[in-house]
Nanobody, 120 residues
Framework: QVQLVESGGGLVQAGDSLRLSCTASGRTFSTYSMGWFRQAPGKAREFVAGISWVAIRTYYADSVKGRFTISRDNARNTVYLQMNSLKPEDTAVYYC?????????????WGKGTLVTVSS
């Protein structure tokens, strides 16, 4: 069983930056591929970004490519999502997840999410 706890959400203005963190329990974090997903009000949950377990590979949704950066610190059991040039359409609850692979992610574990609100 893996527990994931997200933090760093909040209310920002369009154009601002925000960094989300997700800390995982367990001693095998370094062997997990990790992903960030988001769910906007009234919409389905969607993939945002993924990072392989050795952090060699990353993958992004087209909607965030060039603005968001996923990274990880295995010593801290933490994965990050740096979000720059935020837009109102980025408003959503952001979820961290353990995934089977980053290109066609099947989620093994979910966090509870952190809310990001971007005002115009």
């Amino acid at each position: 069983q893996v527990q994931l706890v997200e933090s760093g959400g909040g209310l920002v203005q369009a154009g601002d930056s925000l960094r989300l963190s997700c800390t995982a329990s367990g001693r095998t974090f370094s062997t997990y591929s990790m992903g960030w997903f988001r769910q906007a009000p009234g919409k389905a949950r969607e993939f945002v970004a993924g990072i392989s377990w050795v952090a060699i590979r990353t993958y992004y949704a087209d909607s965030v490519k060039g603005r968001f950066t996923i990274s990880r610190d295995n010593a801290r059991n933490t994965v990050y999502l740096q979000m720059n040039s935020l837009k109102p359409e980025d408003t959503a609850v952001y979820y961290c997840a353990v995934v089977t692979n980053i290109y066609n992610p099947k989620v093994d574990y979910w966090g509870k999410g952190t809310l990001v609100t971007v005002s115009s």
